[in-house]
Structure formats: C-alpha cells, structure tokens
C-alpha cells in the first residue's frame, strides 16, 4: 500500500490540457482540408469526408467554446 499518497475520487482527476487538446483539433481540421485540397483522387467522396470530419472538429471546438462562455461547462 502507498501510505503516503492522498485518496482521491475518479472525478477529481481532471483529462489532459484543455487548450492543447483545442489546438489540437484545429490544427487537424486545417491539415484535413488541406489533404482535400493536395489529393490526387479523381472522385470526390474522400473529400467530401475530409471537409465533413474537418467541420464536425470545429463544431465540436465552437460548442465547446459557446458552452464554457455560458457557464453550463467547466
């Protein structure tokens, strides 16, 4: 047993860098639209999944944003 560590709940942990992790997302989204752009594919479904997961990252990002400045999201 570690005797000396303190006795934390699960939820007190907190996950990561929350601002590295937004960083993060729109870095990726602008690399995605970048590939869709440098592609070499003839037909245009890879990019139509490339701008799609590119804008559900910044909804995500934006959401994240809209609900941290109205308080329902620590």
Same mark, same amino acid.
């Given at each position: 047993? =570690?005797?000396?560590?303190?006795?934390? *709940?699960?939820?007190? &942990? @907190?996950?990561? &860098?929350? @601002?590295? %992790?937004?960083?993060?997302?729109?870095?990726?989204?602008? =690399?995605?639209?970048?590939?869709?752009?440098? %592609?070499?594919e003839? %037909?245009?479904?890879?990019?139509?999944? /490339?701008?799609?997961?590119? =804008? /559900?990252?910044? *909804?995500?990002?934006?959401?994240?944003?809209?609900?941290?400045?109205?308080?329902?999201?620590?």
């Amino acid at each position: 047993m =570690a005797g000396d560590e303190p006795v934390t *709940a699960p939820d007190q &942990h @907190k996950p990561g &860098h929350r @601002k590295s %992790g937004r960083i993060g997302a729109v870095v990726s989204a602008v =690399a995605l639209v970048l590939m869709a752009f440098c %592609g070499t594919e003839e %037909g245009r479904v890879e990019d139509i999944w /490339l701008f799609g997961i590119a =804008a /559900l990252l910044l *909804a995500i990002v934006i959401g994240d944003a809209v609900l941290r400045r109205n308080g329902l999201r620590s």
